[in-house]
């Protein structure tokens, strides 16, 4: 372990956007939605590795067109959080499907980390996208769920792993 200035760099350029939410909180308020606890869990500690580990990993070398894809990716993610400005800070932007992506504003800093590994070649950095995966993910997906954003089909599919078949059946939205 060490020090990786980019690795930093990439993970405030993740987290400086979440920042605006101290400034600009949704309108009204997201409601509170129960998680698994053990989900919630993984989704915190994804989180703080996210941030954490791509700072102390010593970068191997760099293969530059993974930092094409890590640039795209915050360019999309910026966008997103324009998105959220422009639609007067209502909560559901926050979760709002971006074409077929369901809950673009939790996939994408999972592609923005696993890009950052692979583009500094961290396997750690490459550990801590997937547990950001696996956490963040799914708990976006409930939310989203939960407070009614538009485009179950997609959500429900994201969920079949945490769901049985039967669950999902009985779940489904009345047409």
């Known amino acids: ?28 308020s997201v409601p509170v939605v129960v998680l698994p606890r053990p989900l ?7 989180q703080v590795s996210c941030l954490v580990v791509p700072s102390i990993a010593v970068p191997g070398a760099l293969i530059w067109e993974w930092g094409v894809i890590v640039a795209a990716g915050l360019v999309a993610y910026y966008a997103l959080w324009a998105r959220y400005l422009i639609h007067h ?6 979760y709002a499907p971006f074409g077929w992506l369901p809950v673009p504003m939790a996939v994408f800093p999972f592609v923005i980390s696993l890009g950052a590994g692979a583009w500094v070649s961290s396997p750690w950095t490459c550990v801590a996208a997937i547990l950001l995966a696996a956490g963040h993910v799914p708990c976006a997906v409930i ?33």
């Open 40 to 46: 919630a869990w993984l989704e915190r500690v994804s």
């Open 143 to 175: 939310i989203a769920r939960a407070i009614g954003v538009n485009g179950t089909v997609i959500e429900r599919r994201c969920l079949s792993r945490l769901m049985t078949t039967s669950d999902l059946l009985h779940s489904a939205p009345h047409r």
């Open 89 to 94: 800070r209502r909560g559901s932007a926050l």
């Open 1 to 28: 372990m060490g020090f990786s200035l980019l690795g930093m760099l990439v993970s405030v350029a993740v987290l400086a956007p979440n920042l605006l939410l101290l400034r600009f909180p949704p309108r009204p």
